[in-house]
């Protein structure tokens, strides 16, 4: 018996001084915790350490620097205020703990604007939380409480309700974020205004993950962007997304609009390689219903394959300066342009395709920029590409109404083949014609007004006039630079033009020569000639001779010195 007794004296001491050792191991991780502040972030911690659980209340306090910080106000612009969490949790301390884990429960409540807690979540309690810590790795699953949101005045009626959102964050021993996911069963919004519009938005068991190969270092925020800037350097996610049923409508006096999307499944990943990303994308939607003025449209089977690389990390920098307010110049636009080009980005559309009535629809293409050093931009469009191929079932031609004697010369022509019960059509970017060439035969600049016979509007000869403007406007900007360095006008625009001889090009647009230019570039003076081209009878042409600035280009050449 006496030794029975000494025995269990001894397990109890083993059994309380494994609990104290737990104890301690659970307030490192608090005060580990606690590090996390920062310029943005208070972080406070309370601890009452026992037997068999060690009790903790946090407050944790998002500051309103962080809203300055992310979105780029100053301190007047800035009328946010603090935000403050109250986060009450138990931990157990038993010996067990080394089997099952340290395991933490508590609860998470908004206490610095409890009327807005209690509007929406009925109380200032908003989420629930378990964590276990196992071995080297921890798990946190957060239950947030049902969210009710109700508007009712003169102005405007709305009814929103979100379901407990169910999320799971994995830690690794470093506390690094190596997986989250979050679902919701459901979340609906119904909105009316004074003037009888109303939307309504509804999805029905959403689901998303994100596993991170290269871990999401957590830390001290102390600059927004920085952060931002360094978990894009070392991005490597993929994102899964899974959605039962998407549906959005919109009614007024003039139009009813609805779409209906189900059994919805996003898979994608970004992976950052050498400062570039590169990002695959599948979307696979079993059913989709539309309704437009009365219209109804249904598809089935949509998928989308789409893969993009090197694209510049960089491209972060710009969207952060948008998406914090700051105002982007248009020489930034430019810069962030060549960026991309320069660095030769590759898409490539592996596959978008979808059913209408078991009718198919299938596109697929190669697009991008090879061999571009970003020095020349005028060279650009000689390093391009463009080539894929789309299939449809004949049927679709009436969709789009698309008439019999318009669809005769579709075929007739050879922009598509038939095969079966489809058209086919093959499509290349030809760049020194400057134009996409279809089924190796007909040009898409000459699709309108030759193929399907379209009559140009007045939108249409606006357009060709901006074109004129926008070449005469760079062959000057060419010729009064300081950086001249070639002769031909192919290399001084972009726009599509046909070379008649060594200085004498024809500026095409809808298929027509309404413009012939030239210019004249010796140690005397420099001139660009404008006049009329070999389509000069046709009434578009006409009618953009009618143009006074256009006129002003036919009658003198232009002298720039």
Do not use: W
């Not at 104890?23 to 606690?34: D, H, P, Q, T």
């Not at 990943?269 to 990303?277: G, P, Q, R, Y």
């Not at 009436?398 to 489809?422: C, T, Y």
């Amino acid at each position: 018996m006496r030794k029975i007794i000494i025995a269990l004296v001894v397990l109890v001491a083993v059994f309380i001084g494994g609990s104290y050792y737990f104890s301690g191991l659970v307030s490192e991780r608090y005060e580990a915790f606690e590090s996390l502040n920062s310029k943005n972030l208070s972080v406070k911690s309370e601890q009452t350490r026992g037997i068999f659980s060690t009790k903790n209340k946090s407050e944790i306090t998002i500051k309103k620097e962080m809203f300055s910080d992310i979105l780029g106000l100053s301190e007047e612009e800035n009328d946010f205020e603090d935000i403050s969490f109250e986060i009450d949790s138990t931990t157990s301390n038993s010996l067990f703990s080394v089997i099952s884990g340290l395991e933490t429960t508590g609860s998470v409540k908004l206490v610095s604007h409890k009327d807005i807690a209690k509007n929406l979540f009925g109380g200032d309690e908003i989420a629930t939380f378990k964590t276990i810590v196992s071995g080297k790795n921890t798990t946190t699953n957060i239950k947030t409480n049902e969210l009710n949101f109700v508007l009712n005045n003169s102005d405007e009626d709305v009814k929103a309700n979100l379901k407990p959102v169910k999320i799971t964050v994995k830690l690794n021993e470093n506390q690094d974020l190596t997986y989250a996911d979050y679902s919701v069963e459901s979340a609906t919004f119904h909105g009316k205004d004074k003037d009888g519009t109303e939307a309504e938005f509804a999805i029905d068991n959403y689901f998303e993950a994100l596993e991170y190969n290269n871990p999401l270092k957590i830390g001290a925020i102390n600059d927004f962007k920085s952060y931002i800037k360094s978990a894009i350097k070392d991005m490597d996610i993929k994102d899964v997304v899974e959605l039962k049923k998407l549906k959005i409508a919109i009614k007024d006096a003039q139009d009813d609009t609805k779409i209906d999307l189900g059994d919805i499944k996003i898979y994608s990943l970004s992976k950052n390689v050498d400062e570039n990303l590169s990002i695959a994308m599948k979307l696979d939607i079993n059913d989709i219903y539309l309704l437009s003025k009365g219209e109804e449209i249904k598809l089935n089977k949509f998928n989308y394959d789409l893969v993009a690389q090197n694209i510049p990390a960089k491209i972060y920098d710009f969207f952060l300066d948008a998406y914090s307010g700051k105002d982007i110049s248009e020489q930034a636009l430019i810069e962030i342009a060549m960026l991309v080009v320069s660095n030769n980005p590759v898409v490539k559309i592996e596959d978008i395709s979808f059913y209408k009535d078991d009718k198919l629809f299938r596109l697929n293409a190669d697009l991008g920029v090879s061999g571009f050093d970003g020095k020349n931009i005028f060279a650009l469009p000689q390093k391009a590409f463009l080539s894929g191929s789309v299939k449809f079932d004949k049927s679709f031609l009436d969709e789009i109404k698309v008439d019999k004697d318009a669809a005769k010369k579709l075929l007739d022509s050879g922009v598509v083949i038939e095969d079966g019960e489809n058209f086919i059509s093959n499509f290349k970017f030809d760049s020194n014609l400057m134009d996409v060439i279809m089924n190796d035969k007909v040009r898409l600049s000459e699709l309108e007004s030759h193929v399907l016979g379209v009559n140009q509007n007045a939108d249409d000869v606006y357009m060709v006039a901006n074109y004129l403007y926008t070449l005469v406007s760079d062959l000057s900007a060419f010729y009064t630079s300081q950086g001249k360095f070639d002769e031909k006008i192919t290399n001084m625009t972009n726009l599509p033009l046909l070379e008649i001889s060594h200085n004498k090009f024809a500026l095409i647009t809808s298929g027509m020569s309404c413009f012939e230019i030239s210019t004249i570039d010796d140690a005397n003076s420099t001139e660009i000639i404008v006049e009329v081209g070999v389509d000069k009878h046709e009434e578009f042409c006409q009618e953009m001779y009618k143009d006074s600035e256009v006129s002003k280009l036919l009658e003198k050449p232009l002298k720039l010195r």
